[in-house]
């Protein structure tokens, strides 16, 4: 198998859930820690996704409101509504080659405007890293 033929759907993690316009921003944040990503996609009522928040839209928001004591912001009040997604059958090296630049870490994954999971640069990596052991193997 060649990596150009290798598609961000089979690298992809389809377990994250979404967040909602209206999820508190410490519940987010809390998913974002304990999913080990660097952002998550927000989707509407149908799943197609309206925003994306990053550990670094709570980090701001976050340490202005630690300063007056609990926060009642939710997501919609940081997300950025400027999406950057990735199709299903975006070519692995495809994806590979926008990442080099200051693009985001983790990418949507969306097919006809659902979400269907998301990709970071540790899964790209990892997929990378299985094809050159997998090209070593069969020239042994």
């Known amino acids: 198998m060649s990596i150009e033929s290798i598609k961000v759907r089979s ?3 389809e377990s994250i859930l979404p967040l909602t316009p209206d999820t508190p921003l410490i519940v987010a944040t809390t998913a974002l820690c304990k999913n080990k990503l660097t952002g998550l996609p927000v989707v ?3 799943l197609k996704v309206i925003g994306f928040l990053s550990e670094q839209d709570c980090i701001g928001k976050i ?3 630690s300063f007056y004591g609990y926060s009642d912001a939710v997501v919609k009040d ?3 509504s400027d999406i950057v997604s ?3 059958e975006t070519s ?5 080659q ?5 693009r985001p870490r983790v990418y949507p994954v969306v097919e006809n405007e659902r ?6 640069r540790t899964d790209v990596l990892t997929a990378l890293k299985l094809h050159i052991k997998q090209m070593k193997s069969t020239h042994i």
Do not use: F, R, T, Y
């Not at 692995?92 to 590979?96: E, F, K, V």
């Open 11 to 13: 690298c992809m993690d």
């Open 44 to 46: 509407d009522k149908s």
């Open 63 to 65: 340490l202005n409101e």
């Open 78 to 80: 940081v997300m950025q």
């Open 86 to 88: 990735i199709s299903p």
């Open 92 to 96: 692995i090296i495809d994806l590979a």
């Open 98 to 102: 926008q990442m080099k630049s200051n």
């Open 115 to 120: 979400l269907l999971g998301v990709i970071s």
